[in-house]
T-cell receptor
Framework: TQLLEQSPQFLSIQEGENLTVYCNSS?????LQWYRQEPGEGPVLLVT???GGEVKKLKRLTFQFGDARKDSSLHITAAQPGDTGLYLC??????????WGAGTKLIIKP | DTGVSQNPRHKITKRGQNVTFRCDPI?????LYWYRQTLGQGPEFLTY????????KSRLLSDRFSAERPKGSFSTLEIQRTEQGDSAMYLC???????????FGEGSWLTVV
């Protein structure tokens, strides 16, 4: 069974600080996706990383896929209150089904 | 490309009633997924279709749950004899076979009272 461990589960920091969210697995994924979800809404896709070692940037968000395609990280620089939300990682496993991390609830305080 | 569309967005029903949710995937996406999500948790896989064929069902999908995708386009998820434990957000997603990215709809909230 493929599992994806996401940490931390909860993070509350001040505006302007940097943070990193991690997703780790013992399994290899064909790709990994990061989503952000607001209360009462479905997950919104942020990025898909496919190649081992790949780094993608989305404004102040930097996503990295591990060389072995078993882990990924999301780094936010100079966090802003608008970054508050639930961040979910999901590895694409066999049959293109998603293996979900538990999510990171992020609160950015002004 | 209008994205994955789900309706109704919210449904309140009495215990024991039947409810049906509809999902319209992104056009030409041949894979369609149903997930369930409760507060504070990540989405849990329920079932998925490739075209009109239902290829896998989770053990979470009890006999009271049935999903269809009759023409390989839109899909419906029906819950019969609803129970309070069915209260959750039901998410639909779609993808194109061979592509890694899965796109979600906004979800359908179910409250069973």
């Amino acid at each position: 069974t493929q599992l994806l461990e996401q940490s931390p589960q909860f993070l509350s920091i001040q505006e302007g600080e940097n943070l990193t969210v991690y997703c780790n697995s013992s399994s290899v994924f064909s790709s990994l996706q990061w989503y952000r979800q607001e209360p009462g809404e479905g997950p919104v896709l942020l990025v898909t990383v496919v190649t081992g070692g790949e780094v993608k940037k989305l404004k102040r968000l930097t996503f990295q896929f591990g060389d072995a395609r078993k882990d990924s990280s999301l780094h936010i620089t100079a966090a802003q209150p608008g970054d508050t939300g639930l961040y979910l990682c999901a590895g694409v496993g066999s049959n293109y089904q998603l293996i979900w991390g538990a999510g990171t609830k992020l609160i950015i305080k002004p | 490309d209008t994205g994955v569309s789900q309706n109704p967005r919210h449904k309140i029903t009495k215990r024991g009633q039947n409810v049906t949710f509809r999902c319209d995937p992104i056009s030409e996406h041949n894979r369609l997924y149903w997930y369930r999500q409760t507060l504070g948790q990540g989405p849990e896989f329920l079932t998925y279709f490739q075209n009109e064929a239902q290829l896998e069902k989770s053990r979470l999908l009890s006999d009271r749950f049935s999903a269809e995708r009759p023409k390989g386009s839109f899909s419906t998820l029906e819950i019969q004899r609803t129970e309070q434990g069915d209260s959750a957000m039901y998410l639909c997603a779609s993808s194109f076979l061979g592509k890694n990215t899965i796109y979600f709809g906004e979800g359908s909230w179910l409250t069973v009272v």
